[in-house]
């Protein structure tokens, strides 16, 4: 017997096992209908009766309720609009449909001739499916055949929709089966291309309608009379885009070149041996018309792709930068951590959650890697497509994207920096970047990922300390990417000698300093207490606060020595608005974070107060103990003294 399959997609989007609206049937509802048989077979220009029954919620039939009947293929098959009678007509299977009101269910006939199949059979031939080009723009509106690489194939004998041969395409999309035998059935068979990998192959898809059917999305052949020829050459089986049997066999395509690359560019899983990392089975859901958005959800372990049933339109199953982001999800969740909470995002944020940066960002920059370009763009339906370049940081949609990519806290400065990192020599270069020194390819992005365990958080902060511990002799060259993109993850220029860096109130050259919550090595990084000496004159009101960038949360207190100690009558101060959020989440109520953003103000500090004599002072400042989840462990931050 068949694995259920939405052979509709094939004979024309037609899946059509029930739909809500209304109907007839007196005080019974109507929820389905069932037609029998579900699949029958006829012999040409013989006749077969299918009735159709409308049941309620619970399977309780409802009486008194008309049909009206049609063929979505009469060429095949025929058949009365009233008293449900079919007709053979040409060798091949035709979906039936049943309507009352606005139910409808369906059946399969499958048409035969009555000389028996033939055995030894030789069928050969290539399965593509037709591409949609696009550019920073969206799509040019040109169609280009592509190889449908690696799909399951059925033969399947219409006589009793029995599958008889089981192989799969190669590499160029190229099918060539020998030995197929179709004896002991009347003649009449066709292929079934499966939107899946086949079995033996490494890298393992699967494309399905919903959850609730499950079903296989494949594409059909031309049927094939075998009573009088056993040799079947040069077929040609191609997946329309405007059938929308061309997408499920994209998504597919771009799914399979993902797993592709981290089985063929990611280096050893497990080192010191030298087996690649193979990712699990993916399935993946799509169909046309729903309204699912497009999402890896770690619970199902699955990836749903939007099929046009917002307000919008929109549909998701060609734009591959969308579809292959998803699966840079799915991979980290199979061999690496993600610690995102989600929640809104856009690409000209830089006060994101370090978690979403990273995890949007991975996902931006694997999509590009996958599909080795450096465009992203996500169409929409109605003419709104959303496009950026991680290479040049160009988007139609602002003109500000290259000095909003920016910090830790930036998705988009985050791909970027990976992108530069992992742009090779065989991918030609958009832009001169002389701050991008290296061409590295996957592998030390992804063994990078691979060192994220439970206790080291998915953030861009640990991929730079890990990656440094993967590929020592690249640290200078990411140093450089780092800064270009103001990521500043290294000791600040008054490290050395922070003694003689005075502050002074309203200089317009002394009153503002910069600095890094980072550690000169030989000392690991963390735990930077930056020491700033100011004086201040007795009776004068002075504020002194900090500005935060790249996720840093400042804990400020005041003394009089230089040395660590005690805040000076109480002069301490965490967040400046007062608040406490060390313990945010996601709120269970909203299904949102409650962590804030990692603006200039929100985790800052400031301190206001009137000294009663003349001083010099110092300004501790640190990384917060109390820093929210949400918040780097580094971080860079403005410092400033002001007075009246």
């Known amino acids: 017997m068949l694995e259920r399959v939405c052979l509709g997609i094939v004979l024309g989007l037609s899946l059509l096992l029930s739909s809500c609206g209304g ?6 509802t109507i929820a389905q209908i069932e037609i029998t048989p579900q699949q029958g077979n006829v012999v040409l220009q013989t006749t077969l009766p299918f009735s159709a029954t409308a049941k309620t919620a619970s399977g309780e039939v409802v009486d008194n309720v008309s049909f009206v009947w049609q063929s979505l293929d009469p060429s095949i098959a025929s058949i009365d609009p009233n008293s449900g009678v079919a007709t053979g007509h040409g060798i091949g299977v035709a979906t039936l449909v049943a309507t009352t009101g606005t139910f ?3 059946a399969s006939i499958g048409v035969v001739a009555a000389q028996s199949g033939q055995g030894n059979l030789h069928l050969s031939g290539t399965v593509r499916y037709e591409d949609k080009p696009y550019t920073l723009n969206g799509f040019t509106g040109e169609i280009q055949p592509k190889a449908v690489r690696g799909a399951a194939i059925n033969v399947v004998a219409i006589d009793g929709f029995t599958t008889i041969f089981t192989g799969a395409t190669d590499a160029e999309g190229n099918f060539d089966f020998t030995g197929v035998n179709n004896t002991g059935r009347r003649s009449g068979i066709y292929l079934q291309v499966l939107a899946k990998t086949e079995p033996n192959n490494p890298t393992q898809v699967e494309i399905r309608n919903n ?16 009573s009088g020829g056993s040799d079947f050459t040069g077929l040609d089986v191609t997946a329309a885009a405007s059938s929308g049997a061309g997408g499920a066999f994209n998504i597919l395509d771009v799914f399979s070149t993902a797993s592709e690359l981290i089985q063929r560019s990611g280096g050893p899983c497990s080192p010191p041996a030298t087996a690649p990392c193979v990712p699990p089975l993916l399935t993946a859901y799509w169909e046309p018309g729903s309204a699912q958005g497009t999402y890896f959800d770690d619970q199902l372990d699955a990836i749903f792709i939007l099929g046009g049933g917002d307000p919008q339109g929109d549909t998701d199953e060609y734009d591959d930068a969308v579809i292959a982001h998803e699966y840079g ?27 979403l940066a990273w995890s949007e960002g991975w996902g931006n920059f694997f999509s590009s890697a996958v599909r080795k370009n450096p465009i992203y763009v996500d169409t929409a339906s109605k003419g709104a497509t959303f496009s950026f370049n991680l290479e040049t940081y160009a988007s139609p949609q602002t003109s500000a994207l290259k000095s909003a990519a920016v910090y830790t806290t930036s998705e988009i400065a985050v791909a970027g920096v990976l992108w530069d990192l992992f742009d090779d020599p065989t991918l030609a270069a958009t832009v001169t970047e002389p701050h991008d020194t290296l061409a590295l ?6 063994q990078t990922l691979r060192r994220f365990t439970s206790g080291i958080p998915a953030t861009m902060e640990s991929f730079v300390t890990e990656f440094t511990a993967v590929d020592p002799g690249s640290a200078g060259g990411l140093q450089a990417i780092l800064q270009e993109r103001k990521m500043e993850l290294l000791p600040d220029s008054f490290e050395s000698n922070e003694a003689a860096t005075f502050l002074v109130a309203n200089d317009a050259d002394r009153q503002l300093q910069h600095h890094t919550l980072y550690q000169a090595a030989p000392v690991p990084p963390e735990n930077d207490e930056d020491i700033i000496p100011f004086d201040v004159a007795g009776g004068v009101r002075y504020t002194l606060e900090t500005f935060t960038y790249n996720g840093a949360d400042t804990l400020l207190f005041l003394n009089d020595q230089p040395g660590s100690g005690a805040p000076l009558n109480g002069l301490q101060n965490d967040n400046r608005d007062g608040g406490d959020y060390h313990n945010c989440g996601m709120n269970t109520l909203t299904g949102k974070s409650s962590c804030p953003d990692n603006n200039r103000l929100t985790l800052s500090s400031s301190l206001s107060w009137t000294p009663t004599a003349s001083a010099r002072l110092y300004a501790h400042v640190q990384r917060s103990p109390n820093a929210p989840p949400s918040a780097g462990q ?7 003294l002001s007075s009246p």
């Open 104 to 106: 409808q269910g369906s």
């Open 441 to 446: 390819g996957l592998e030390p992005i992804w």
């Open 634 to 640: 580094f971080g860079s931050y403005d410092i400033r």
């Open 23 to 28: 109907g007839g049937g007196g005080s019974k």
């Open 211 to 226: 959850l609730t059917d499950k079903a296989l999305f494949s594409l059909a052949s031309n049927a094939m009379d075998d």
């Open 329 to 355: 999800h799915f991979a980290v969740h199979h061999f690496s951590k993600d610690d995102s909470l989600g929640g809104e995002h856009f690409i000209t944020d830089h006060d994101q959650d370090v978690r």
